[in-house]
């Protein structure tokens, strides 16, 4: 009697677990289905084992890298090498250059500078430098103002120059550099390379270099006729910036 009742025992669990094994077999191949069924609805596929999903992007075309930000690129333009992000650098000096004076505002897609040139005191200059390092501008926050041996060389005049000046160096020493646009009615204004720099005002521009004979007067340029000369402190000048790469 006691062998019969443990047969009939074994008999129950050996169907129960196999009831058992059954449903867990359903279960699974219903939560498969279910997953297939939810990426098909947003648009991705399951691949292998796990839960990585393929867009559609990817899934019509696998070898596409995700999209990155486009980059400032360069275009070789007499000795600078001007940028789509509205800097430029001179190969002459190594210096970085806004394209743009500033009050103006880079247009990235017509490459030029749109609105019109301020004017500062030389006080009120480093008060302008100073907001647009804080703003980051260009995406650098060290601009200054040029000295004149670097802002002289952004002039260009058209017919050459008709004579010669001295200006301090950054070195501390001297130096003589050409002046003046020629005369002409034909020379280009303003002087300056109006690919790279355009809309410049046909005006002067301050320097951060101190005149040799007077403390009010600071050295600059007029970009109306190419000419390097003096300005006093007090008077409106256009400005734009500058940075050591």
Not at 67 to 73: D, Q, R, Y
Not at 121 to 137: G, M, R, S, V
Not at 230 to 237: L, R, S
């Amino acid at each position: 009697m006691m062998k019969k009742k443990f047969q009939q025992g074994a008999s129950f669990l050996q169907n129960f677990f196999f009831i058992a094994g059954i449903v867990t077999c359903i279960v699974a191949v219903m939560t498969y289905l279910d997953k297939q069924k939810s990426s098909i609805d947003d648009g991705s596929e399951t691949t292998g084992v796990g839960t990585q999903k393929k867009s559609k992007k990817e899934q019509e075309n696998p070898t596409q890298k995700k999209e990155e930000p486009p980059k400032s690129t360069g275009t070789k333009i007499g000795h600078y090498t001007a940028y789509t992000n509205g800097t430029a650098v001179d190969s002459e000096t190594g210096m970085m250059w806004s394209r743009c004076s500033i009050g103006q505002k880079w247009d990235s897609e017509k490459f030029t500078c749109s609105g019109k040139a301020e004017i500062f005191t030389w006080e009120d200059t480093f008060k302008a430098i100073e907001k647009l390092n804080q703003q980051n501008y260009l995406g650098y926050n060290n601009w200054q103002l040029p000295h004149i041996e670097d802002l002289s060389n952004l002039r260009y005049c058209s017919n050459g120059f008709k004579e010669t000046i001295t200006i301090p160096t950054k070195t501390g020493g001297k130096k003589a550099i050409e002046n003046y646009c020629i005369d002409g009615i034909y020379y280009q204004k303003p002087a300056i390379d109006k690919r790279v720099f355009p809309n410049t005002a046909e005006s002067f521009y301050w320097s951060s270099s101190p005149f040799y004979y007077s403390n009010y007067d600071l050295w600059g340029v007029g970009f109306d006729d190419g000419g390097i000369g003096n300005g006093v402190k007090n008077y409106g000048k256009c400005v734009r910036v500058v940075r050591s790469k």
